[in-house]
């Protein structure tokens, strides 16, 4: 998945929101398949369960089963048609989410080769606070940064300045 580009600024920055809100332990739903950032937040010392690859457009099994503290979802949202039904349906009190937002220079991002790696949304920071507070959720912090890449032109430029990523963390109410 990330053979020549390991996201570590975002992982950082995404580590440091989580500890700031839920610090270790506790225990964690991510929603996603188990993936670098799962291994990340097990070897801080969170208790770490990822759902198996269903499609959580449909199937909230993984949301309403289970005595999660906290639901993470890192990156997940943008891929779904509908992130509203899951969100609704979530059982735990707490959240702690990050979306990439949308670049006005730059379209929607969508794998060729794999149907799960495409962005069906890409949010603006009040959308996604409007899905949030719609679904049942009330933001208590947020933290936006960008995402630079070591390349030349407009568009890298404008990523130096540009916040690429939104973290949210919230609770019921």
């Known amino acids: 998945m990330y053979e020549n580009s390991f996201p570590e600024k975002r992982y950082k920055k995404t580590l440091d929101f989580m500890k700031e809100h839920v610090p270790p332990p506790a225990k964690i739903l991510d929603l996603g398949v188990k993936n670098p950032f799962s291994e990340i937040m097990t070897k801080q010392g969170y208790e770490v369960s990822n759902t198996h690859g269903e499609d959580l457009d449909t199937d909230f099994s993984s949301v309403t089963n289970g005595s999660h503290e906290i639901v993470t979802a890192f990156e997940i949202f943008e891929h779904l048609l509908a992130p509203y039904n899951i969100l609704r ?53 947020s933290l936006k940064w960008t995402n630079p890449v070591n390349k030349i032109g407009i568009r890298p430029l404008l990523r130096k300045f540009t916040p690429r990523y939104y973290a949210v963390y919230a609770e019921r109410f």
């Open 89 to 141: 349906e979530i059982k735990a009190d707490k959240l702690v989410a990050s979306v990439p937002l949308k670049l006005w220079f730059s379209p929607a991002y969508r794998s060729k080769t794999d149907k799960w790696d495409r962005h069906y949304h890409e949010f603006e920071d009040w959308q996604f606070d409007w899905l949030l507070e719609k679904s049942g959720w009330k933001i208590k912090d």
